[in-house]
């Protein structure tokens, strides 16, 4: 059973940059499948980045092109999100998912806070 543990987060002034690890453990296999998502208070989360780590396939959602970039490092089994430009919109709790042949899990979250 994969397990994955996000971390990272913190508090940044608007225009800063952060970077957001996931670690994968437990997996056995290699990862097939990573997503970032996040959730802002009172709304639903959203999906912000995905990546085949095999292929190096990459998706964003729109409000993150040119800003956000996710990338991996298959020895480790780890995936980072990569957060420049960062606006006050861009405060939410951050979500890592992983997924190997067998089974998926989420993190636990982690916090990321942009100041105005």
């Known amino acids: ?3 994955v543990v996000e971390s990272g987060g913190g508090l940044v002034q608007s225009g800063g940059s952060l970077r ?18 996040r959730q802002a208070p009172g709304k639903q989360r959203e999906l912000v980045a995905t990546m085949i780590p095999s292929t190096g396939v990459t998706y964003y959602e729109d409000f993150v092109k040119g800003r956000f970039t996710i990338s991996r490092d298959n020895a480790k089994n780890t995936v980072y999100l990569e957060m420049n430009s960062l ?17 998926g899990a989420w993190g636990q979250g982690t916090q990321v806070t942009v100041s105005s």
Not at 22 to 37: I, L, Y
């Open 1 to 3: 059973q994969v397990q």
């Open 20 to 37: 957001l690890s996931c670690a994968a453990s437990g997996s056995g296999t290699s990862m097939n499948f990573w997503a970032w998502h």
């Open 87 to 103: 606006q006050p919109e861009d405060t939410a709790v951050y979500y890592c998912y992983g997924e190997t042949r067998g089974s």
